[in-house]
T-cell receptor, first 115, second 109 residues
Framework: KAGVTQTPRYLIKTRGQQVTLSCSPISGHRSVSWYQQTPGQGLQFLFEYFSETQRNKGNFPGRFSGRQFSNSRSEMNVSTLELGDSALYLC??????????????FGPGTRLTVT | DAKTTQPNSMESNEEEPVHLPCNHSTISGTDYIHWYRQLPSQGPEYVIHGLTSNVNNRMASLAIAEDRKSSTLILHRATLRDAAVYYCILRDPGNDMRFGAGTRLTVKP
């Protein structure tokens, strides 16, 4: 079974631009979560989607948004990029949300650099 | 959110057992204890999880204290490939996973 895939793997943008990252979950997984990882803040939860609906959202500004499609694939968007948005963005999939015994499977991440 | 406390770093010798501790004194009855690890330049990887009883899988064992206020991840024979940051996470129903700083494990040959 193929793992979680994320595209692109690397991205360089300039301040003020916007970016869209894509995530394809493991086949059969319907929940997708996004995380931001930086050296200073570690792994921080962004949001979770299930059945095309956002279930949970972390403490991030409204510039960060996402969506999920009917095939469970998900995208996240960051508008008006700031230097501090430079990070590794990780996507994780799970069979279903809110089941505390279910594990999450992570993709390799998208490394975003904002200059 | 229930929080976990882990040592910042630990060292081990190759082929020796490693015991990675985690304290979670505010754990609630429905919280599962999850362990993930993140190898360099990779996304986190699921290791093991449990609720009350000790658990074993091909990667590791999880020992949970009787009062559930602490747990220990056991790698039976550390290899160089086990060098990673190990995260202990409490997951309650309906909520997302919150990662702490984790324990950076160094394995010496």
């Amino acid at each position: 079974k193929a793992g979680v895939t994320q595209t692109p793997r690397y991205l360089i943008k300039t301040r003020g631009q916007q970016v869209t990252l894509s995530c394809s979950p493991i086949s059969g997984h319907r929940s997708v979560s996004w995380y931001q990882q930086t050296p200073g803040q570690g792994l921080q939860f962004l949001f979770e989607y299930f059945s095309e609906t956002q279930r949970n959202k972390g403490n991030f500004p409204g510039r960060f948004s996402g969506r999920q499609f009917s095939n469970s694939r998900s995208e996240m968007n960051v508008s008006t990029l700031e230097l501090g948005d430079s990070a590794l963005y990780l996507c994780a999939s799970s069979l279903a949300p809110g089941i505390s015994s279910y594990e999450q499977y992570f993709g390799p991440g998208t490394r975003l650099t904002v200059t | 959110d229930a929080k976990t406390t882990q040592p910042n770093s630990m060292e081990s010798n190759e082929e020796e057992p490693v015991h990675l501790p985690c304290n979670h004194s505010t754990i609630s009855g429905t919280d599962y204890i999850h362990w993930y690890r993140q190898l360099p330049s990779q996304g986190p990887e699921y290791v093991i999880h449990g609720l009350t009883s000790n658990v074993n899988n091909r990667m590791a064992s999880l020992a949970i204290a009787e009062d559930r206020k602490s747990s220990t991840l056991i790698l039976h024979r550390a290899t160089l490939r086990d060098a990673a940051v190990y995260y202990c996470i409490l997951r309650d129903p309906g909520n997302d996973m919150r990662f702490g700083a984790g324990t950076r494990l160094t394995v010496k040959p």
